[in-house]
Every structure is written in structure tokens, then in C-alpha cells.
């Protein structure tokens, strides 16, 4: 088969790989028909954290089951399936916790197995990673668009409004106007926020987030950026969804914050370092933290549930399509900013 293999900083090459195999009863083979490039690929992409030369690449999969290990009760062959960017076991005590991404038995694609930019995946623990996709969904490609972004980032916008304790009636900013950044303000706006202000500085991205439910946008930087939210909110925003993971930015989340409010933090904080960051500045104004890699296990259902109504559609943070000779293409596109989120379908 073939599939998206690293080589070194900007250089990632569609190659011919060996064909996925079953090697556990919990292993499941799925051939994928959609994937995606991540924002955070872009770290090793750019030399930004180690990668191992010649691994496989991509942690977002969607496409149809070819064959079951013996032990898979949930999922059979021919059945069309998405899956969290996080491996997990549905089982163990995080997972029964809502916290899939810590799964004591899990991982995650491309770094633990299989990279999902490539026709098909080894899909270990099947039953507690794989989520089966209504039969009317097939074969409606507008509609499987829509459901493909549960796979990472709405669900990861979704859970920076569940960090940052969004509530209907509330005001919130949300950091980075990124993909994560948009779906958070999707999530928001679902969750009933009454005000998002949103912090950004790419227009054609603004402009999505106006339709996703932005009331507010602030296009300028630093100082300048943190009077216009403090002017906007009289004081700042009960609820800040970080969404970029620099230390600037999460900085600037702190200063926006309210008294007594909570940053929920999910850019994967890439030179965010303690020493770094205003701990004074959020003791002395009681704010709460909490973030971390989304469990989007837990939230795919009920967040499909909106989209099979018709209700929830992330579907235009992609701005980009290619096939998988296109991935490479699709790395320099996301690197130089000529595209949000890249779709792939093979």
C-alpha cells in the first residue's frame, strides 16, 4: 500500500509501506477513504520536535473496516468508521473517567502504530477506539465532511469550552484563530455563549469564525489586542479558550481573563514553560487552568448526534482538498499559511 512517510524537516515523501496486518485478537484493519493534516504536524514538519526518519504520519482516520481480530465484538467488516486521534481501550479507569488520551493500554496513531495518511491502518483496540458511522451517512460526502472533523479538532474545540466552563448566556474569547480556534467558537456558540470574541489575524479564517458565531473579532496584537478585549468585556472574559499553545499567546489569555475565571488551554503548549508564564498574575486573580490533549472518545457521540441532525457543521475549516500524492503539497500549504486544515481523501 501506500502512505505518507517522514524523511526529515519539509520533507515527507508518499512511499510504498507494507500492508497493515492484524496482530492482536483487539486489531482491526480499516481502509481509509478520509484523513487529514493536523496543525500540530506542522511541528515536526517544520523541525520543530524529534520525529523519527521513515515513520509513517497523520492521527486523524476515517474509512471502512476490512477485516476484525477474533476479540472485536463492536465493529465488523464493511462497517464505515471514524476514530479519535487517541487510541484507547473504552475500559480502564481514565477512559471510564472521560479521559481517553490517558489511557493506560492506549496511544496514539502514527507515534504508537500506524499513521493514518496513507489506504489503510492497523487499528489496535478496536472496540474501544473505533465508532461506527451511521448507514445513512454513506456515500453523502457533504455530510461524512462534516462528521470527519470529530475525528481531532472540533472535538478538541469542543473540549476548550468544556475546560474553560463556557455557559449559555457567557462570555468567552477564544485565542487563535487556527482550526482548533474555530471549532472552538463552534462548540461555544453550541453550548449557548452569548458573546465570542475571537483573537485572530487572518481574514479569510475570521471571516469562517464570523460564521460560526463569532460576535466579536480582534485582529491586532499585543497591548493593543488585550485593552480592546478588556474595553469589550469591562474587565475581561469569565471563560478564555486557548488555542494556540505558544507562550505568548497563553499569556495573553491570562491578562484577558476575568477574576475568578478559567483558561481552558489546547494548543499543545510547544515552549510553554513555567518559568515562562504569569504565575503571580494568576494567583493573585484566583483564575483556573485546566486543558490537555481532548479526549474526543468521549464527546464523538453526542457531538454526531448534532451533526446527523443537521445542526453542527465544522466542516469549513477545510479550505484545502488533495489526494495522498497531494500530502506533500498539503504540508507546504498549511506550512506557508495558503490553507487552514487540509483535507485528504483516498
Known sequence: MRAAVYHAPGDIRIEEVND??????TDAIVRITHTAICGSD???????????????TGHEPMGVVEAVGSEVRTVKPGDFVIA?????????????????TVCRHGGFWAAHTDGAQGEAVRAPLADGTLVRVPDRAEGDEKLLTALFPLTDVMATGHHAAVCADVQKGSTCVVIGDGAVGLCGVLAARRIGAERIIIVGHHEARLEIARRFGATDVISSRGDEAIGGITELTGGGADHVLECVGAAGSMQHAIQVARPGGTIGYMGVPHGVQAEGLDVMGMFFKHLVLRGGPAPARAYMLELMDDVLAGTLDPSPVFDLTVGLEG????YAAM???RALKVLVRI
Open 20 to 25: 497493515p496486518r492484524i496482530e492482536e485478537p
Open 42 to 56: 506542522l511541528w515536526f514538519y517544520r523541525g520543530q520536535m524529534d520525529y523519527e526518519p521513515g515513520a509513517r
Open 327 to 330: 500530502v506533500p503539497e498539503g
Open 335 to 337: 506550512d506557508q499559511r
Open 84 to 100: 479519535p486521534f487517541a487510541i484507547s481501550d473504552g475500559t480502564c479507569e481514565f477512559c471510564q473517567k472521560g479521559l481517553h
